[in-house]
């Protein structure tokens, strides 16, 4: 028998081999295997040697059909080469019949006939993505639900019923590495112990290691620390912050987070955006070296996605609440992977790279209603009046409804002249706040968090566009009832307001390392407070509410006039 024939042969029988290993494998992975399997297998493979050294011994009689069979075999296989115009191997198949046993075993094995079948067939057409609702009085007094931090959960197959699986809702583990120790240094290489993130740089993740919330000393996702920060942020920046946005009746004040045109007196909720929240949520379960906390590597941790599901649900309950609002031509942007700084981004504007069709691609316009998507949230499903559902949302996630008077403090940071994200925190009464003074203090009133990308994003935008502006607002009110500042304004004959004077509150400027920089440092440009005037009657009547400015904190300013 010649050589090649031989090669060919002993080729085969190890393809054959492999083949009914991976078979076992993922027969075995999700429980499929039994002693009939194995036997099985192994007759396979005994007969494919028994071929074999039965074609050595009627070598001479084939030996030309055979080489004709090679000649064809090899032909075959220059012409998948040329056609594919790059290099294949010669076991390339195995990739695609690997994808082949995974449409066998998932796709087309369906569960026992029978009434659970149905139930089953019946899930799987309302099933959509979830979403977590982080600003729900359900947050506010559990945190982050146990699902997500749960090293294990257990699902039913077709053939078993509660198998153990790792929870694919706490972590990811990276294929590759993620970053370069060149760009960050030793100091936050999570294969170093103890582990400290750097404040300054997007943290390194090593291949084979997890993503992480809250990270330990030891690299590990605090769980603890996770749901309290999550419980602090849901009641003093979530719940606040989310129900003043739902009364911005303009779309871009709503979307993002505003410019350096943008005042605040031209709209009641204005500093106010769904990006400020969501930025927030980022901070606040990412924490220091955390992956949700810097823009460039979030999305490797599974909770992004439920967290942006939720943002889409906001989007659309604000839409039904303001159904004559939708996006109106702006050419003052930021840019993006695909759009310049400067373009004209409106409601026709491609929303790249999410594909319509090979050649299109999906618009605002074309999406205004989720419908047309074919799914819609709890809350829209019976189509209610905008009025009804803007009331009972603002009831659903009000901070203090039975106060007639909230005090806000507005801030505008540079985005991006840290070159890093960073928090702004707001204490009251507490002259000596810095950047140790934890957020669990009593005199904690809120923070800003400025989501920005590390120096060394690949995002040119980012790194050219360095005076983009976050406008921010905390709401005082629930601070000043725990220090017992009456909420009501006080003004004195000369107008001065005697209940919260401008001293009375810090601002400090946070890295996520721990460590402080000066407000200025930080790209602060402006912070001034408000009171609003909500009515005694607590009936959530927001078209008759009124509002004042009533000082400036920063730049500070020897006396403040209420206006």
């Not at 001479?60 to 056609?83: P, V």
């Not at 649900?313 to 004559?324: G, K, M, V």
């Not at 609002?325 to 504007?349: A, H, M």
């Not at 050649?359 to 989720?370: E, G």
Request: proline residues 6%; hydrophobic residues 40%.
């Amino acid at each position: 028998m010649p050589l090649i024939l031989h090669l060919f042969m002993l080729s085969l029988v190890f393809m054959v081999f492999l083949t009914c290993l991976m078979i076992y494998y993922l027969m075995k992975q999700y429980h499929l295997v039994t002693g009939i399997v194995v036997k099985l297998i192994a007759g396979v493979v005994i007969a494919i040697m028994v071929i074999y050294f039965f074609l050595l011994g009627i070598d001479h009689m084939f030996y030309y059909s055979k080489c004709l069979f090679m000649k064809r075999l090899g032909i075959l296989y220059i012409m998948i080469r040329l056609k594919s115009k790059r290099k294949l191997p010669f076991f390339f198949f195995l990739k695609y019949l690997k994808f082949l046993i995974y449409l066998f075993l998932f796709h087309f094995k369906s569960y026992p006939a029978g009434s659970e079948t149905d139930e089953y067939k019946q899930e799987v057409e309302k099933l959509r993505f979830p979403y977590w609702d982080w600003a729900s009085p359900s947050t506010l007094t559990n945190g982050v639900p146990s699902v997500l931090f749960d090293e294990y959960v257990f699902v039913d197959n077709p053939t078993q019923k509660n198998v153990r699986i790792r929870n694919p809702l706490r972590a990811f583990t990276l294929p590759v590495d993620l970053g370069s120790l060149t760009l960050v240094g030793d100091v936050s290489n999570p294969t170093q112990r103890p582990y400290s993130p750097d404040g300054s740089t997007t943290p390194y993740t090593p291949k084979g290691y997890a993503t992480v919330r809250h990270p330990d000393n030891n690299y590990i996702s605090n769980s603890d620390a996770t749901g309290l920060n999550v419980v602090t942020f849901c009641s003093s920046v979530f719940r606040p912050v989310l129900y003043q946005a739902l009364l911005v009746d303009k779309w871009r004040q709503f979307s993002n987070h505003g410019d350096s045109e943008d005042k605040p007196e031209e709209n009641y909720g204005h500093y106010s955006s769904i990006e400020v929240i969501h930025d927030a949520v980022h901070d606040a379960l990412g924490g220091p070296g955390g992956h949700m906390s810097y823009p460039d590597i979030a999305g490797f941790d599974p909770i992004f996605f439920l967290h942006h599901c939720n943002v889409d649900r906001l989007i659309a309950i604000w839409q039904a609440c303001h159904p004559d609002v939708w996006i109106i031509g702006n050419t003052d942007t930021e840019g993006t992977f695909t759009q310049p700084v400067d373009k004209l981004i409106d409601e026709n504007t491609p929303l790249t790279p999410f594909r319509k069709s090979e050649n299109d691609y999906w618009t605002s316009k074309l999406v205004r209603d989720i419908k047309t998507l074919g799914y819609t949230y709890p809350e829209l499903e019976k189509n209610p009046n905008s009025r009804d559902l803007l009331r009972s949302m603002l009831k659903y996630y009000h901070p203090n409804l039975y106060l007639q008077y909230h005090w806000k403090l507005t801030l505008a940071v540079k985005k991006n002249k840290v070159g890093a994200p960073f928090q702004i925190r707001v204490f009251l009464d507490l002259p000596t706040a810095n950047a140790s003074t934890p957020i669990s203090s009593p005199n904690f009133a809120g923070l800003i968090s400025i989501f920005a990308r590390g120096k060394e994003t690949q995002c040119a935008n980012c790194l050219r566009n360095v005076s983009t502006d976050v406008h921010g607002s905390v709401d005082l009110t629930a601070c000043m009832q725990r220090l017992f500042i009456d909420t009501n304004p006080e003004l004195s004959g000369d107008g001065v307001n005697q209940s919260l004077l401008p001293s009375q509150i810090t601002l400090v400027a946070v890295l996520k390392d721990g460590s402080g920089i000066s407000l200025e440092n930080a790209g602060l440009t402006s912070a001034s407070y408000w009171v609003f005037d909500e009515g005694p009657e607590f009936d959530l009547d927001y078209e008759n509410w009124t509002k004042k400015l009533v000082g400036q904190v920063y730049p500070p300013q020897t006396s403040i006039q209420s206006q």
